[in-house]
Structures are given as C-alpha cells and as structure tokens.
C-alpha cells in the first residue's frame, strides 16, 4: 500500500519496487515508536482546531496506546509485505481498527515532514544513548586516573621517549577528550532538537495548523519556522551528527592506537585480558589485541561517515529529493555501531591491566633531564645555560635523573584536576535537558480528549 498511489495506477514493477524501497520496510522499524507519537501529536492538535471530533481523537489515542505498549514496545511490530513504509503501516493498521477515522490522521501533513519528525525524534533519542554511553566510558577513566595516578608511564613525542608521564594522566586525557566531544554533539543536538511538522511537503499548508502545541507535545525546544528551511533540514542534521560521531571517532581510535602499541612487547605498559586478544595458528606465544584493532577500524571507518552522505547530497536544491532516503541506510547502522565501539571500549579500559613501576628501568632514565634543567634554573642557573650543562652532562655520559618528580601544575602529573573535569561533564549532560523529552512523550501517551 502507498499512501500517494491513485486508484487508477498501473502495478508498480517489482524491480523497480525493489530499487525505489530499498531498505525502508527493514530500517522504519526503528521509527515505528516516534511515527507513532508523531502521529498522536498530530491527532491532538487536529481535535484542536476542528479537524477531528473529540469522540474520534479519543479513538484514535487509544488504539495508538495499544500498538505503542503492546506491540512496539514488546517488539512484536512489523511492517506487513506490500506495505511501503512505516507511516503507511501505521495509518493502515488505525484503518483496519478504527474505520474512517484512521484516514483523518494525515490532514495537513506529508510524508515528508512526517519522516523529518520521525529522523529527529530517533536522532534526538540516538544521541541520548550516545551520552549515557560515553558517561560510563568517562566514569572508567577518570576511575582508572585517580586509581593509577601515581603510577609513571613514558611520555612520548614524535614517538621518541620525552618526559614523564603517568597512567592517571593518560586515563585523565581521554576522559576530558570526551567532555568537549559530548560538548560538540550537544550543540548538534540543538539543531535536531526543532520541530519541522507542519511544514507538509515543504509549503505548509492552508490548514490552521498549531506548529507551536505539536511541539510542546512532543518535547522539542523550538520550531523549524521557515517550511522551505524544514525540508532543508533533511540530511543536514545526519551530516551534523556524523560529524559530530566523527570527532568521538577521532578520540577513540586513538585511544585504540595507544593500547595496540602499550600492549606489544616492545612497549610492555598494560596487559589486555585474555578475552580481548586471540592467538596465531602457528605462533604459540601470539595474543594479538584483536578487539582494539577493530575498534579502532570502526572508529577509523566512522570518520569517513559526514563525507559520505555529503556526497548523497551533493548539488542538490531546495525540496525533497529522493537520495536522502538513502542517508537513512548509511546513519542508522552507524549509530548502532557507534554505540557498541562505546560500550567495548568502555569493556576494555575497565578490564586492561597496568604495569607499575616502569621508569625505574634505565632505558627511560633520559626523561628525566628536563627535571634537571629545571632544578638548576630553581637555584639560580639562566635556562639556557642549565639546558646546555645538562646536555653536556648527557653526552660525556655523567648524567644521573632527578627521579622525585614535584609537579603542581593544573592538568599535570601531580595536579590531575580530575575534579574539575567531572564538573565540566556534568554541565555538559545537564545541557541536554533529556527529561523535558521524557516527560513530554509520558504526557502524550497519558493524554485523552475531554
């Protein structure tokens, strides 16, 4: 069934149906709850303006109560053969139940800006999953920095031994890494978070439609008010939360790089439990950290992701066009796989084992010589002059390390400031204001016409 089709159409050809569809029946299923909300949303402010009666809105809440708690909740909701999509399957099952009434749910709407609201409905609830995910990867590391923070580790540049280091300082980056990454996806979040129903097919419509209390019922914090810019919204937001997967991808591939090389015997700084690496089939003593590997292919992949539908949309004007049903296979399967690279790596930093006490071995004894340089400054010794005698000192082989390491400064060693980075990712998530959305869709699903 399709909702455009006229009565007098010829069948559509099957290959052609196959290529127009595409994954739509297999990917609307994640878009069955909001399509859902959306259309009682809809239906509340049609009532509104007298475009349903009372009587007939309570009908249609009711059965949409039903589908919503005992079918897409329970997962029991498909999208039957020969139905196009999920708005179709939605507004068919009402008809089959209710009657005529059902029929009345798509005044003054287009499939348009009811799949706009859909995508940014699941794209809203995506980036709440993101959030919680990457706050219990942030809990791990700033665990695990204040756990380790006296444990040193080599500090590196150019992949050359530098200066000292330690385990809680390289937790501690990663941690704060994700609070400006969550910091960018929040002000995507605002971008998704508007509200394009009643925009139709992108020229509104002649119906008085309230855009203002669909809003408010559906939990969004403004409009899209321009309802050419509504249809332009379409691919724009993806693009921006690829972007926005893009910037966490950057972090977690290196976060990855970083204990593939820690982990090999070269290095020697942290064990990976044994679930984590897999052997060779010929080379007994291989533990190969297989999932770090391809958590940093994912992440690596994901970075590609904004270009990617960049390129779907390329010259395209104004309007709807039919390419950005095609972003719609390329962002959902990402978000799930962004999902579980947060959750594995979350796994792997809770469970990686350190190694302590690393810097007593000799070879690193040469970080040590900017303690040196500085301790001579500290009694009176020009830098320059303190630099040149102890590079001296290095040369003709006389130089012993300063090995009592007293360092104040805010972010280093000794002054983690692992406190002030919690209170950062706390703002952050407090911006989100996650529970305006909560207790909009319990208002909604609770509402009845009286």
Known sequence: MKLWQKANSKKTNEIIEKFTVGKDRELDINLAPFDLLGSMAHSI????????????????????????????????????????????????????????????????????????????MYLRNKIEEITLHTKELFDVLQEKSELHKNDLLPGYTHLQIAMPSSFGLWFGAYAES???????????????????????????????????????????????????????????????????LGVFANTLSKM??????????????????EEMTTGSSIMPHKKNPDVAEILRGKANKLKGLSSEIAFIQSNLPSGYHREFQLIKEIIMPALDDFLESLSVATFMIKNLKIKENLLSDAKYDLMFSVENVNQKVIEGMPFRDAYKAIGNEIEEGRFSPIKNLNHTLEGSIGNLCNKEINNMMDKVIESFDFEKVHKAFEKLLNYQAI
Request: with cysteine; hydrophobic share 40%.
């Open 45 to 120: 402010m049609l009532e509104s303006i007298e475009l349903l009666e009372k009587q007939e809105l309570n009908s249609i809440l009711n059965e949409c109560k039903i589908i919503y708690n005992k079918e897409i909740k329970q997962g029991k909701f498909e999208i039957i053969a020969g139905i196009e999509d999920v708005h179709s399957q939605i507004e068919y099952t009402l008809t089959t139940r209710i009657g005529d009434i059902g029929k009345k749910i798509h005044s003054g709407r287009s499939r348009n800006d009811q799949v706009l609201v859909d995508l940014k």
């Open 256 to 273: 990855a790089m970083d204990v593939c090389l820690y982990n090999s015997q070269n290095f020697g700084f942290i064990n990976l439990p």
């Open 178 to 244: 994700l609070v400006d990454d969550l910091t960018i996806l929040q002000s995507v979040y605002k971008v998704v978070n508007k509200n394009p129903l009643g925009s139709g097919a992108g020229y509104g419509s002649n119906f008085p439609l309230n855009r203002h209390f669909t809003t408010d019922l559906l939990g969004f914090d403004d409009l899209n008010y321009n309802v050419v810019y509504a249809q332009m919204t379409r691919g724009k937001m993806e693009f921006l939360v690829a972007q926005a």
